[in-house]
């Protein structure tokens, strides 16, 4: 039976309602947060990432936290940041003059831990390394983008302008981190922002925040009373692949010499 | 996704398993080295005043040109957002080596090739905008430019621009492929690539590529004509060829061997993937057959006298393996450096689609496009003059 003029219009206008109320909550959600930082001011501070590679237990919360919080593509093959584990082979006494190659595995970048313990027996020394954009100084990629889309800001962070980028993928060739990946939604490049939209209001980064040891902590190199002055001081730092002479600003304790 | 993490040996990092440029971009320096070289080629009549290359300057000419208009396409189609492509030459990053890519393409097409054709036809294209009918008077007088003055005067003038022309033009035809090399070779992330020897191997095998296209293409054109090529102007293209190649040989084996002797970090890596993945299109198709072969081929025939139509099968055979070696050359710099992991401890492997927008369809349709725009521009200024001799060229 038909409804009646009546039920139809009730149920009409409902519906409208509820549509405009899910488009508005959608334009919000697309807009992301859509106040500025308030007081927030470039020129002072200069970010970068301490990470003890000890305290890191492989258990994937930064890689998950980084997927949610940044809406990046699940599948296996973008990753703003992501978990490698080390298993580095004792030199065999009796063949000395073999140098041992590294296992190295990353399933699913981390995101789902490393649940095969597969240890590997006596001799063996094995270990996470968390990885991510360094936000270098002299970033290859950013001295490659052909219209300046990728870019430094003043405060240290390497952006990208996905509004302007051009998909030419050139940047992901020129990082040798391996840090970047084209987002097969926007067909722009894409990569760690160090949770810009965060630190930009005084919270840290999502991957610092979920990581259960503090084996993750965003820094403020303009700070001087941040404590990764003390970190530096302290301890044996060493910033992955030095040659590239890239100006990484992601320091490692504990770092392997394996670790590439 | 589940294919190409199959493909996968060893440990790459997360966001390396996918290769990021394809084959359209194998294509990107295979066009543009064609290029160079085939204006190369034609600047030896005019600079040098190499007389013997005479009948295939113009043929050289409009090679170049069919090749340049479709050299940026692959780029183009490659782009995540073409439609942004404009903003290189709006906002160019002065730093980006590939920024430039815009301004010495546009420089080396319109202020080089396009303006040497139209002084080498103007005084032809002035008279057939009298002569022909239909479409074509419309296009010769547009292409008249207005100017229809043709007097010794004015050719000698006419003459002297394109000469002049030629001679920026070599210097624009280095820089444009020596540039594409420096693309590559700058990418310090890239072992297989960082080298400050890319330009130049690029360059010379640029060479070698264009003068192997108009060799071929003189010979076959001159079969459809049914018209025996003139046999001085195909061994002196022939011996060109050779010498472009030895040096261009010559510069490889000097990478290869420091390569090797310096054995850095990345040797181990890279000297798998040469001895598995990149076997045959290295080795096998760039090496053997894309370069030793067509070498010893055109010594064999330099050293030893042959007949003309045992040297034409040789140049021919000769032709069409320089080209297959030099597309080789390209595919294995291009795909080859992102086939390993910049960890250097692992390999991807590359899966080219056939109908896709970067896949093995519109390669081919783009190789084939140049050849059709050839076509076309022979037909609206002939390279030949099928009436007397071969057409001079220039005065």
């Given at each position: ?145 052909p ?114 | ?71 940026p ?12 492509s404009l903003?290189m030459y709006l906002?160019p ?5 590939m920024a430039m890519f815009g301004f010495v393409y546009l420089w ?288």
């Open positions: 039976m038909a409804p009646d003029r009546r039920e139809f219009l009730a149920q009409s206008g409902k519906l409208l309602v509820l549509t405009s109320l899910a488009s508005a909550a959608w334009e919000y959600v697309l807009a992301g947060t859509p106040e500025d930082a308030p007081g927030y001011r470039l020129d002072a501070h200069w970010w970068g990432m301490a990470i003890d590679i000890e305290r890191c237990i492989g258990c994937g919360n930064c890689v998950r936290a980084c997927k949610t919080e940044n809406d990046v593509p699940l599948e296996a093959a973008y990753f703003r940041t992501w978990v490698e584990r080390y298993r580095v082979p004792p030199i065999d006494p009796q063949h000395p003059q073999v140098e041992p190659n590294p296992e190295v595995d990353s399933p699913n970048g981390g995101y789902d831990g490393f649940p095969d313990k597969d240890p590997r027996g006596e001799g063996w020394k094995t270990f996470f390394v968390p990885k991510l954009c360094n936000h270098c100084a002299h970033s290859p990629c950013v001295q490659v983008c219209i300046g889309a990728t870019f430094e800001s003043p405060d240290g962070v390497v952006l990208v302008d996905k509004k302007r980028c051009l998909g030419c993928r050139y940047c992901v060739q020129a990082c040798p981190y391996g840090c970047r990946f084209i987002d097969p939604r926007t067909h722009t490049a894409d990569k760690c922002t160090l949770c810009y939209h965060r630190i930009t209001r005084g919270l840290t980064t999502a991957c610092c925040e979920a990581c259960p040891t503090g084996a993750r902590l965003l820094v403020d190199l303009k700070n001087p009373n941040d404590p990764v002055h003390a970190f530096l001081k302290n301890n044996s730092i060493q910033v992955l692949k030095p040659n590239m002479a890239t100006g990484a600003k992601v320091y490692y304790r504990g770092l392997d010499g394996a670790v590439r | 996704m589940h294919d190409i993490l199959a493909g996968v040996q060893g440990f790459m990092y997360p966001n390396e398993i996918e290769l990021q440029w394809s084959i359209l971009i194998v294509l990107y320096p295979y066009l543009t080295g064609l290029v160079a070289g085939a204006f190369i080629l034609a600047s030896l009549v005019e600079v040098l005043d190499v007389h013997a290359l005479k009948p295939t300057y113009r043929l050289a000419l409009l090679t170049a040109l069919a090749f340049l208009i479709v050299a396409l692959p780029l183009q189609m490659h782009l995540g957002h073409p439609e942004r903003s906002t990053h002065r730093e980006s080596a080396y097409l319109m202020a080089v090739l396009v303006l040497e054709i139209w002084l080498d036809y103007r005084a032809q294209i002035v008279e057939w905008s009298k002569t022909a009918t239909g479409w074509k008077r419309w296009a010769y007088k547009a292409m008249t430019l207005g100017v229809d003055e043709v007097t010794p005067r004015s050719r000698e003038i006419d003459h002297k621009l394109q000469r002049f022309l030629t001679i920026i033009g070599i210097p624009s035809a280095f820089l444009l492929h020596g540039y594409v090399g420096f693309i590559f070779g700058s990418i310090k992330a890239n072992p297989w690539w960082s080298t400050p020897l890319m330009p130049i191997v690029f360059l010379f095998s640029a060479i070698v590529s264009g003068i192997a296209m108009i060799l071929l293409l003189y010979m076959v054109l001159s079969w459809f004509r049914q018209r025996a090529p003139d046999m001085r102007c195909l061994d002196v293209t022939a011996s060109f060829l050779l010498a472009a190649f030895i040096v261009d040989f010559g510069l490889e084996m000097l990478d290869l061997i420091h390569r090797i002797y310096e054995a850095d970090e990345s040797f181990h890596a890279l000297d798998f993937m040469v001895r598995t993945q990149l076997y045959l299109p290295h080795i096998v198709i760039q090496i053997m057959l894309g370069t030793i072969v067509p070498i010893l081929l055109l010594g064999f025939v330099k050293l030893v006298k042959v007949s003309e139509a045992a040297r034409k099968g040789a140049y021919a055979v000769a032709a069409v393996l320089t080209l297959i070696g030099i597309f080789a050359m390209r595919w294995n710099v291009v795909i080859g450096g992102q086939l390993f992991s910049k960890s250097f401890l692992g390999y991807t492997t590359y899966k080219m689609e056939l109908v896709h927008r970067e896949g093995l369809l519109p390669a081919i349709l783009l190789m084939i496009l140049p050849f059709v725009i050839l076509w076309f521009l022979t037909r609206l200024l002939p390279p030949f003059d099928d009436h007397g001799a071969e057409a001079k060229g220039g005065l």
